[in-house]
């Protein structure tokens, strides 16, 4: 199965200094198909405007991802922890037994970023966070592993879940094919920049920029470039 969540189906919200797009059920949006994929729960598509951001608030049991498009957002938390994560490079907060925690834009333009959420495996544990850089160019033409709950994933941000957030660069014309360990897996592929092809054959669809493409019950997926484009993929339980 292959369905394409055009981004002008999400849900929205727009506060002045945050415009939201949902798409999954989140705060004031409810859509009894969209409530989660597997253990992805949330992918929120936000822009925050310079000098702003989310005060302090807690969270709980979650496996926060943060994958910033443009801009640069600054976290400080309940544990000590401060830093700002640029375009390109990803977050984690493994939000534990309980965090407070505050995101902002300090930059002077506006910060575009996706947080996606994943259920963990187990309830509890000692809150944790962290960050780090991923060049585009050591992520050109494959999948490059982010933020990953599996043994093997070495370089990546660890999460407490059984899933892994990748990205790629894929330039126009070219393929990349992603191979999930079982065909009933839950992948959600969104392209932050360019156009993709999806699939084939009678299983094709056509994604552009922050559309979203929802993928079970298949063996390996095709993704063609139409446009260069920036691919993020969740495959989660």
Do not use: C
């Not at 991923?134 to 370089?155: H, I, M, Q, T």
């Amino acid at each position: 199965m292959i369905e394409l969540r055009p981004f002008a189906s999400l849900g929205s919200a727009k506060h002045g200094w945050l415009d939201a797009h949902h798409h999954f059920s989140f705060a004031d949006y409810h859509d009894d198909a969209r409530v989660n994929w597997g253990a992805l729960r949330v992918w929120n598509d936000d822009t925050i405007a310079p000098g702003t951001g989310f005060p302090t608030h807690p969270h709980s049991d979650m496996e926060i991802i943060t994958y910033v498009r443009t801009g640069a957002i600054t976290h400080r938390d309940s544990m000590g922890n401060e830093g700002r994560t640029e375009a390109g490079d990803v977050q984690v907060m493994s939000a534990g037994n309980g965090v407070r925690h505050s995101e902002f834009n300090r930059e002077d333009k506006a910060t575009t970023l996706f947080q996606i959420w994943i259920i963990p495996d187990e309830r509890g544990g000692e809150p944790g966070w962290g960050a780090r850089k991923f060049p585009k160019d050591d992520r050109s033409g494959s999948f490059v592993p982010l933020a990953s709950g599996a043994s093997n994933d070495d370089d990546a941000l660890p999460i407490r879940a059984d899933a892994r957030v990748l990205g790629a660069t894929v330039k126009a014309g070219e393929s990349i094919t992603y191979n999930p360990a079982q065909p009933s897996r839950h992948l959600y592929l969104v392209p932050a920049t360019g156009t993709v092809k999806v699939g084939d054959g009678e299983q094709e669809v056509r994604a552009n920029a922050r559309d979203g493409v929802a993928i079970t019950h298949v063996g390996a997926i095709t993704i063609t470039a139409i446009e260069d484009s920036e691919l993020v993929l969740v495959d989660a339980a």
